[in-house]
């Protein structure tokens, strides 16, 4: 039996509920204060804030009658976010000089190395302003800021609101969200526009009065996740050799640039059509990756076989408009449940969607774009939580070889291009493949043997930072790339049943596929009493010691039970006594908030005909990756 077993919004509330009290932000609400305000630039009566550049930040309190008021003050009205304080700061004008004001604050801790930290904040943009813009951020450091006067700080942001979101709401307080991972030690941070003027995204914001942009901050927060995933991304793609009678599923340690190894092999697809035909795409629900030839499509299982791979759906044909076009490029898009499939001719290129909701694929839709004389579109990658595709577009160069750009294009326009930019330095070959980690925020460029890193600013306007180049190391050239997920489960503690319940040795708790940013993570009772009613406990953070339950309960709960959730799913169906399932549904929103994550999750169970019935399983502990 299935069933949906939880709400992401409930789900994020109560992660949120969790880790209230672990704000690492002294005073994040700015409600603490040494002495009222009494006119501008006081932004250190609100210790221990202060202004790094020595810039008149302003610190605005309902506790004064004066100037510095809340809701009103000479920036506007606004109600605090929570309580009745917050700061403002000038973060963009015309003069130039680029004037600029930050709050800078002091941490309650310093943060851990290699701990991944939620960072947020509330913002709204001050009635006054006549100017709004995108790229607020937040810079960490050991020890204070301190600046140029009234200047910019000569600083890169860690966390930066994207410069596609301009940020105008003068009515309401939105938040600001991203993760951070830590290098150790740091225990200030800052606030503001790192930015000069000439490199900022600025429009005019109606109504204002001032020729600057104010922004009011509020409620910060920054909240330790644990420590990052112990596992290291891997690259997953189809290979072939010429001459070769079978096909290659290789994978690869990208982040110490490993030598690939072969996972497995595939008796059919054999060998690409064409320099530019072939695609890979993982899919986290069974953990299998689709490949390609560039005729037809294949489903095989990651899960390491002595020899070949196994398939999970029988290979079909392609669907491809253009008789001339071949597959190019695959990806999987988790939330959606579709398999995207590139496919092109010198000249054309071609997106397909398959609908993968049910066993196979079905009911594809299309859509077709001409490309520059000559050119191919060689490789395919999705981003879970931009809802973007990444599109390789390789060009003959009179130089000799080829020269590559990156296509970035909306999946509800899936032909029409947001922004390009030139990629892949490693070599002047053919792009062959693109994958993406949503987590880590990288870009895979492939041209079969070399595979360069980028790490992605803004997607929606190609803002890259370009990486290294790694070398596949083996002979198998790559058709297709894709990333396993660096997602961790591990089980813990034994199940249990009360004397009035069947006996069931072998019960345990189980899971389906990978923890992944858009997915839908099956959690499953195996091998129970049949027909028992079963609850899915479920809490953020990792699974706790064991809390022995008195008599006349069993075994021990491996979640404190005042923060979990108690999830009604269904009675457990199969053979009596003991082959009684149930699978849970947990769908996993593709919010960024939620990579590195960790949750724990514990089967309880009444059996039936007997009050005094009942069950616990052992308990599951997983991590969130990217798709």
């Known amino acids: 039996m299935r069933t949906s077993a939880l709400l992401l919004g409930a789900l994020l509330c109560f992660a949120a509920r969790e880790s209230a009290a672990q704000n690492l932000v002294a005073n994040g609400c700015f409600e603490t204060y040494a002495l009222c305000p009494t006119t501008d630039g006081q932004l250190y009566q609100a210790t221990p804030w202060f202004s790094p550049n020595g810039a008149t ?65 509330r913002v709204s943009l001050a009635d006054r302003s006549n100017w ?28 930066e609101n994207p410069s596609a979101n301009l940020l105008t709401d003068k009515t309401n307080w939105v938040q600001l969200s991203g993760t951070y991972l830590a290098s150790g030690g740091e225990d200030h941070l800052a606030i503001g526009n790192f930015r000069d003027n000439a490199s900022t995204t600025a429009a005019p914001a109606p109504g204002g009065l001032v020729d600057w942009c104010i922004y009011y901050i509020d409620c910060v927060e920054v909240i330790d996740l644990g420590p990052t995933n112990p596992c290291t991304p891997h690259l997953i793609g189809w290979s072939d050799l010429p001459f070769a009678t079978t096909g290659f599923l290789d994978v690869q340690d990208i982040a110490s640039c490993e030598r690939a190894e072969t996972r497995c092999l595939t008796a059919s697809p054999v060998s690409a059509v064409t320099p530019y035909a072939g695609g890979t795409a993982y899919d986290a629900r069974y953990r299998t990756a689709w490949v390609s030839d560039g005729d037809v499509l294949a489903e095989f299982y990651v899960a390491a076989t002595p020899s070949f791979c196994r398939r999970r759906c029988g290979e079909v044909r392609a669907t491809i408009s253009d008789p001339s076009a071949v597959v190019s490029g695959l990806a999987f898009a988790d939330a959606r449940q579709q398999l995207l499939q590139l496919a092109t001719r010198p000249g054309a290129m071609e ?45 003959p160069s009179p130089l000799g070889g080829f020269a590559t750009e990156l296509w970035v294009l909306p999946a ?62 083996i002979a198998p050239s790559y058709r297709g790339l894709d990333v ?45 009493p049949v027909g028992a009613l079963a609850y899915l406990l479920l809490q953020p953070g990792p699974c706790t010691p064991p809390l022995p339950l008195p008599s006349p309960w069993c075994g021990s709960l491996h979640l404190d039970p005042g923060i979990s959730l108690i999830l009604p799913v269904g009675a457990t169906s199969g053979l009596p006594p003991c082959g009684g399932q149930l699978s849970a549904s947990v769908p996993i929103s593709a919010d960024p908030l939620l990579c590195a994550q960790t949750f724990c999750a514990q089967w309880l169970f009444f059996c039936p005909g007997s009050p005094t019935g009942f069950g616990l399983s052992d308990a599951l502990e997983f991590t969130v990756a990217g798709g």
């Open 57 to 121: 930040s302003d610190y605005l309190n309902a506790c004064t009658t004066l100037t510095p008021d809340v809701p009103t003050n000479f920036w506007g009205t606004q109600a605090a976010y929570e309580g009745q304080a917050y700061a403002s700061i000038i973060c963009y004008g015309q003069l130039p000089s680029a004037y600029r004001e930050y709050a800078a604050g002091e941490l309650a801790s310093p943060l851990l190395a290699g701990h991944s930290y939620a960072v947020s904040l």
């Open 132 to 159: 709004a813009i995108a790229e607020l951020g937040v810079h960490f450091q050991a020890g204070p800021h301190a600046g140029p006067p009234n200047a910019v700080l000569p600083v890169t942001p860690q966390f």
């Open 351 to 395: 997106i397909t969607i398959y609908d993968a909701s049910s066993r196979c694929l079905e009911a594809p839709r299309q859509c077709r774009r001409e490309l520059p004389f000559g050119s191919v579109a060689g490789g395919l990658a999705y981003d879970e939580v931009g809802d973007l595709l990444f599109v390789a577009v390789s060009a």
């Open 412 to 473: 509800s326009a899936p032909c029409e291009p947001l922004c390009r930019t030139p990629i892949f330095r490693c070599s002047r070959e053919l792009v062959t493949g693109l994958a993406y980690d949503a987590c880590a925020r990288e870009l895979y460029v492939t041209d079969g043997r070399e595979t360069q890193t980028y790490e992605v600013l803004d997607a929606r306007r190609c803002d890259l930072r370009e990486g290294a180049c790694c070398a596949k190391q």
């Open 484 to 528: 396993i997920p660096c997602s961790t489960q591990r089980t813990t503690g034994t199940s249990c049943t009360t004397a009035v319940c069947a006996t069931c040795p072998t019960m345990h708790i189980s899971s389906s596929g990978d923890p992944v940013l858009g997915a839908n993570f099956e959690v499953r009772l195996l091998a129970a």
